[in-house]
């Protein structure tokens, strides 16, 4: 009989890089509208504290005590 045993902390970084992989489109797509929100001299408050949700994703994973809770981490709002 074979035992699996899982790394938690390599886990952890290939969680943080899947993440970073995932929320890329995400911050780009973010950068565009606050720049059209500039131009339009519009609120850019919701926008920059969405772009810091996204950078802040990966602090979350240091949190994690199970394999379970790294992968429901995503970076879409649920």
Sequence with gaps: MSIVTVNLAKAKTI???????????????QDVAFQRAQEASADTSAIA?????????????????????????HCAKP
């Design 15 to 29: 969680t943080k890089d899947r993440l970073r992989l995932e929320r890329k489109p995400l911050l780009d797509a």
């Design 49 to 73: 504290a969405e772009k810091q949700r996204l950078r802040d994703i990966t602090k979350s994973v240091d949190d994690c005590t199970k394999l379970a809770q790294l992968s429901a981490l």
